[in-house]
T-cell receptor, first 111, second 114 residues
Framework: QKEVEQDPGPLSVPEGAIVSLNCTYS??????FMWYRQYSRKGPELLMY????GNKEDGRFTAQVDKSSKYISLFIRDSQPSDSATYLC???????????FGKGNQVVVIP | DAEITQSPRHKITETGRQVTLACHQT?????MFWYRQDLGHGLRLIHY???????NKGEVSDGYSVSRSNTEDLPLTLESAASSQTSVYFC?????????????FGNGTRLTVT
């Protein structure tokens, strides 16, 4: 079993819809959870960063972490065509800067 | 602005040749990482370094080597390129070991081994 599981999609949604992405993980030591966004032919860029359980909101983006279920989610409200990208979840344990990545989820927002 | 630069952006080489991919960061970060990204596998860690003269193997290090002679650079060398090493390679850096700080990525090098 891989440490981080992420359904690679792809996911197509109409403009304005809510996008819901998620990852599951097996390592209970993970405390830091990140979502990266990667546009075509570009490197991943950090989108959201959370520590331990709970929610974090930044504009149209909300990250949720449920450590009891080993499950994290990213929600994109009022999706825009510019949100079309691959979204990767990543996580790490305390004192360990090596991230475990999901395979990425391709999202296409249709105008 | 600080950045992380990879070169070349594209490279085609022949099987058996030695290839070096460059990575240069101006963030003054201690930590640097090399990943490869392939369909169906996501990002996989090749090698990483927590500072000058420090290098460590990642999960897919066979056939690759790195050296860290200064803070800014971590070149990745393919000793004898193989077709299985055709991939997109990303370099990344982060601030320090203890804070689980996020990675800053370069824009990748697309390597084709024929």
């Amino acid at each position: 079993q891989k440490e981080v599981e992420q359904d690679p999609g792809p996911l197509s949604v109409p403009e304005g819809a809510i996008v819901s992405l998620n990852c599951t993980y097996s390592n209970s030591a993970f405390q830091y959870f990140m979502w990266y966004r990667q546009y075509s032919r570009k490197g991943p860029e950090l989108l959201m960063y959370t520590y331990s359980s709970g929610n974090k909101e930044d504009g149209r983006f909300t990250a949720q972490v449920d450590k009891s279920s080993k499950y994290i989610s990213l929600f994109i409200r009022d999706s825009q065509p510019s949100d079309s990208a691959t979204y990767l979840c990543a996580m790490s344990a305390t004192g360990n800067n090596r991230l475990a990545f999901g395979k990425g989820n391709q999202v296409v927002v249709i105008p | 602005d600080a950045e992380i630069t990879q070169s070349p952006r594209h490279k085609i080489t022949e099987t058996g040749r030695q290839v070096t991919l460059a990575c240069h960061q101006t963030w003054n970060h201690n930590n640097m990482f090399w990943y490869r990204q392939d369909l169906g596998h996501g990002l996989r860690l090749i090698h990483y370094s927590y500072g000058v003269q420090d290098t460590n193997k990642g999960e897919v290090s066979d056939g690759y080597s790195v050296s860290r002679s200064n803070t800014e650079d971590l070149p990745l060398t393919l000793e004898s390129a193989a077709s299985s090493q055709t991939s997109v390679y990303f370099c990344a850096s982060s601030v320090s070991t203890g804070n689980n700080s996020p990675l800053h990525f370069g824009n990748g090098t697309r390597l084709t081994v024929t």
